[in-house]
């Protein structure tokens, strides 16, 4: 599956944007998918994930309460609404897929990763 995270931009700090993943080339409703991020000299932190009937999702602590992931099926597209950011939020974020569950905050657990989409956060 091909996978391709947009919506990044420059924000300043309590300000709001919504990520967007489109999926292509396979089954979108077999994966869970992940969004990850990762800033300069920094490795790749997981974000949040979704299972793949979109009942289910699990946050990273220091997101919890301001990002919300969500999915259409019927639109083979991911989501990531990211309200409240703050200056660490900035980073290139990443969308992957895994057949694996709920409960995959590993990089190494997903099979696919989208080119990233840059989030800059002004203070």
């Known amino acids: 599956v091909q996978l391709q995270a947009s919506g990044g931009g420059l924000v300043q700090t309590g300000g709001s944007l919504r990520l967007s993943c489109a999926a292509s080339g396979g089954n979108f409703r077999r994966y869970s998918l992940g969004w990850f991020r990762q800033a300069p000299g920094e490795g790749r932190e997981f974000v949040a994930q979704?299972?793949?009937?979109?009942?289910?999702?699990l946050y990273a602590d220091s997101v919890k309460g301001r990002f919300t992931v969500s999915r259409d099926n019927a639109e083979n597209t991911m989501y990531l609404q990211m309200n409240s950011l703050k200056p660490e939020d900035a980073a290139v974020y990443y969308c992957?897929?895994?057949?694996?569950?709920?409960?995959?905050?590993?990089?190494?657990?997903?099979?696919?990763y989208g080119p990233g989409t840059q989030v800059t956060v002004s203070s």
């Open positions: 992957a897929a895994t057949i694996n569950g709920l409960g995959s905050v590993n990089y190494y657990e997903y099979t696919y």
């Open positions: 979704i299972n793949r009937s979109g009942s289910g999702t």
